[in-house]
């Protein structure tokens, strides 16, 4: 007696591990087989069923991670956030510079961006900041390696920017634009090898090819290798892409950093200093004849002795009522502009203006000076 043939409502009552031996033997119509998950859902938009087993098709990188990597990349979660990030730096559309100059106020103001200096530009850093101030010589160490090092925070920059407000600026520019190219290229190679053949181990071969790139277009497992998936898992009850999604998430542990460490893995300093060290020398030296031609040395040891002092934040006076903050000296007059108040604050300040060592004298000797009568409007 013959087998009856299989029926459509019969294909929908088997088990995928059931529909997968059929579909393997040529047993079964592939163009009668749907798979879902466990909670329905068809992925219909990029599963296609084929007689040798499941091609995946993608737009990009990010539904290619979203898709194989159901729980690192869910959505709604951080995991989702990093799957787009991943995808604008594959594709070229991660903006290094940007994301540079977003935390350059800050690198700069807590002295970051002066250990981006190459060797030979770090002499002439060096240079300029002893003529400014000849106490930050104690800022710069040698290295291991010869070379030297900035190790001084934020109190170079607080005295580059006193003297020349702009010089932060220009350092920033040069900075980014080279962490832009010394990154660009790094990130895109590490997401490239990381996942474009990444799934091979799970019998996910890409098949993908197009004019722009080779990687995140089409996949395809074959009938054998979900059979394989079954046994070595030892459960024959599950649906074939819930399998499919536990096993890469188990199994996948290459993941790359979070976006914003990227930069720190594909690092490529060849090509930074190539980019910033001439451009950085040149900048060194233009305000160091910058320094030499326009700043009164005068002017330069009213500001040395008022650094040391720590006047540019707001100091309590000897009286103990009162608080001072230097503001400003001027180059011609050498003059200094200060605020005096019963706070740290601005809001309950005034003016003052006096000669370097009134100033002094108010924050350090008690009683000499009334610093109310130096308060003008």
């Known amino acids: 007696m013959r087998k009856r043939l299989l029926i459509e409502e019969d294909i929908d009552e088997l088990e995928d591990f059931r529909k997968i031996l059929l579909l393997n033997k040529r047993k079964l119509d592939h163009n009668d087989v749907v798979f879902y998950n466990s909670e329905g859902k068809d992925f219909s938009d990029i599963i296609e069923v084929t007689p040798h087993g499941l091609l995946f098709h993608f737009n990009d990188l990010e539904e290619f991670l979203k898709f194989f990597f159901q729980e690192t990349y869910k959505e709604g979660t951080d995991g989702e956030w990093d799957a787009g990030n991943y995808d604008r730096m594959y594709y070229?559309?991660?903006?290094?510079y940007s994301e540079c100059q977003d935390r350059a106020y800050d690198d700069w103001d807590e002295g970051y961006q002066l250990n981006y200096f190459c060797d030979s530009a770090m002499l002439k850093l060096k240079q300029?900041?002893?003529?400014?101030?000849?106490?930050?010589?104690?800022?710069?160490?040698?290295?291991?390696?010869?070379?030297?090092?900035?190790d001084g925070e934020g109190k170079l920059p607080t005295i580059l920017d006193k003297f020349f407000p702009g010089l932060g600026d220009k350092i920033d520019e040069i900075v980014c634009r080279g962490k832009d190219s010394a990154v660009s290229s790094g990130a895109q190679e590490l997401i490239e090898n990381t996942y474009c053949d990444g799934l091979k181990q799970f019998g996910i071969e890409n098949w993908g090819s197009s004019r722009l790139t080779n990687c995140f277009k089409t996949y395809f497992i074959s009938w054998g290798n979900l059979v394989q998936l079954y046994i070595d898992k030892g459960d024959f009850d599950e649906n074939v892409l819930d399998l499919l999604f536990s096993t890469i998430e188990r199994g996948f542990n290459n993941h790359p950093p979070e976006y914003y460490e990227i930069e720190y893995s594909v690092w490529d300093n060849e090509i930074f200093e190539s980019e910033t060290c001439e451009k950085l020398e040149d900048l060194m030296d233009e305000y160091i004849e910058k320094a030499h031609e326009e700043i009164n040395s005068d002017y330069i040891e009213i500001m040395r002795k008022l650094g040391e002092l720590k006047l540019f934040v707001f100091k309590q006076l000897p009286d103990k009522k009162h608080y001072l903050k230097v503001e400003k000296v001027d180059p011609e007059t050498l003059k200094v502009t200060f605020r005096v108040g019963t706070s740290r604050q601005n809001w309950n300040s005034k003016m003052g203006v006096s000669d370097?060592?009134?100033?002094?004298?108010?924050?350090?000797?008690?009683?000499?000076?009334n610093p109310t009568e130096y308060r003008i409007s």
């Open 92 to 96: 070229g559309n991660w903006d290094f």
């Open 128 to 150: 300029l900041a002893e003529f400014l101030d000849p106490s930050t010589s104690k800022y710069f160490v040698k290295t291991n390696n010869r070379g030297i090092r900035y």
């Open 356 to 369: 370097v060592d009134s100033v002094i004298a108010m924050a350090t000797q008690p009683g000499l000076f």
